[in-house]
């Protein structure tokens, strides 16, 4: 580390103005910053001393000036977006729309934005589980890959531009819950749980005959982000998993019953985790074995009972999340209605697909009791595993080695600690907790209530999110974040993985606007230089280009009742010089940062004066950026 910068830290802390997080360094006798220096990754190797004595807690301070040392992807639940967050400071740094319409930077009005939300576009939806990109288990920064339950869709956020490219409809199956990425040898596929059982063909034929309800497991093709396969299964899923090594999916079933009610789903004592043997499909499609269903190409292959496809472990009850170690030894699925969490060995289930295991029960090495309402488990790259307890209102850190020594009938205590959370925690997650790089220094705890946490904002209550510092023996609560609903559940990165990755300025040969900029080409317009009125028909083509603070065109004439494209190009090549475009009283608004070309199109159905405008503050002349709009009657 920088010692320049040591000084700074140590003189600041002095000063009270990084009071916590100054003094935790020197109670610990760390090396290296905390609060969001350079360096700091380098910095951490050394320092699992920490695990010997108490430490004061690590700050959630990020001073002025200061940036965080990890970026935070949080689902954005029913709102239908992605949020990007800084940790520790928790502050909010950016709002990612995925399935939800937001006239902010226009995501459901540009043309561009359509071509991702594709015809007929739902008003939003229900995305529960980000998962980055990786290659051989470690992040990639390349995608976030995220569910929409909403409407049964996949959908990819490009990290260069933090921007979605792509959603895929998810055939044959509804509500896709849980979700994860193939992690080895790379992304590769991403596994999608269809949750709710359907019958199938779903077209009315059949509507209330429980036995003929099935779901699917999906696999796309991260790279496509077509669907290439489905694998049905018995039962329903709910959250999905991957191994380390690239050759297993896992996914919980808390409704092996069949059930088509609350009590029917919780009938039996056990129900199941149900893996996917990724080799064994593979080779199952080359062959042909599958059928396909409806209008759908997607191959589908039989995974019930008896398939050599998969295999069924049963599990105690009602069983949620699902979550792989960062050792890539061992995946624990959360019992939710049994007060267990159930470790399985990857390396058992291998003996189990190879016929050497009389029980699938075999593959469980451990059974721990930890509390009531096990949901998700996050690890520490420590040997100890974080689980939320929704009823309990807790987290419970267990070490996995201990619970595996007592699973054999040793005297030992796997339980290491219980930290009360506020209140009713969905999933845990863990800085790179889900990567081979797992670092065990934060633990974000997102809880379901808020209740008196925060000041009252009316019968709906934010969430609450808190960080808590994991880093020494002892869990420390630091921080309380209210967020609007609602996170399900985040990935915390180490910025090192993206910082030198993210764009500042779009490339002019970006492919979210290459279709657009192609179309200008067809018209013999250069966008960077032209601001021109094309008209072919009923079809009015307005190409201009944006310079702060003026637009390339101050007024343009259309026809009421022309179909109107208007296409802004920014050709301000200033760094966070963003312009918006919204044209009063017709429902336009796009934003067009430095670089990018945006379009809309519309019908110019009201006729009269329609001033358009620049929506982001680009200039001391910013309120001026405007022109406008005639519509002749
Ligand atoms: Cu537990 Cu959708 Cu991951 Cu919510 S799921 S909490
Ligand atoms: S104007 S600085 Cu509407 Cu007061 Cu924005
Ligand atoms: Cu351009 Cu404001
Ligand atoms: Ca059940």
Known sequence: TDPARRNFMKNSALAGLAGAAGLALAGCGRKGDHGGAEGAAAGHDGERQREHGEHEAASDHVPPGQLDEYYGFWSGGQSGEVRLVGVPSMRELMRIPVFNPDFTIGWGVTNESKRVLGPNFPPGGDCHHPHMSQTDGHYDGRYIFINDKAHTRVARIRCDVMRTDRITNVPNVQAIHGLRVQRAPRTGYVFANGEFLVPAPNDGRDLDDPKKYQTMFSALDGDTMEVVWQVLVDG??????????GKYAISTCYNSEGGMDLPGTMQAERDWAVVFNIARIEAAVKKGDFKTIGSSKVPVLDGRHGSSLTLYIPIPKNPHGINASPDGKYVVANGKLSPTVTVMEWSRIDDCFAGKLKDPRDTVVA??????????????????????????????????????????GKKVNYLRQKIDVAYQPGHCHTSMGETRDADGRWLVSLNKFSKDRFLP????????DQLI???????????????????????????RLLID??????????????????MARRHGIDVLTDSKVIREGRKVFVYMTS??????????????????????????????????????NYGI???????????????????????????????AMHMEMSGRMLVEA
């Open 589 to 619: 608004n796009m934003e067009i940062s430095p670089g990018a070309t945006a379009s809309a199109t519309f019908t110019a159905d009201k006729a009269g004066v329609f001033w358009y405008y620049c929506t982001f503050f680009c200039h």
């Open 547 to 584: 310079a702060a603070p003026i637009f390339g065109m101050g007024s343009f004439t259309v026809k009421k009742g022309d179909e109107v494209t208007v296409v802004v190009t920014n050709i301000d090549a200033v760094e966070d010089v963003s312009h918006g475009f919204c044209i009063v």
């Open 367 to 408: 059974e721990p009791e930890l509390g009531l309402g096990p949901l998700h488990t996050a690890y520490d790259g420590r040997g100890n595993a974080y689980t939320t307890l929704f009823i309990d209102s807790q987290i419970a850190k267990w070490n996995i080695e201990d619970a595996i020594a007592a699973h054999a």
């Open 501 to 518: 990755k993210v764009k500042k300025s779009w490339d002019r040969d970006d492919p979210f606007f290459a279709e657009t900029v192609a």
């Open 236 to 245: 329903n899923l709910d959250n999905t998993e991957a191994d380390y090594a």
């Open 469 to 495: 510092d994991i880093s020494g023996e002892t869990m420390k609560l630091v921080a309380d974040g209210p967020v609007y609903a609602e996170p399900h559940d985040v990935i915390l990165l180490h910025r």
């Open 457 to 464: 904002t009316g019968p709906l209550h934010p969430d609450n």
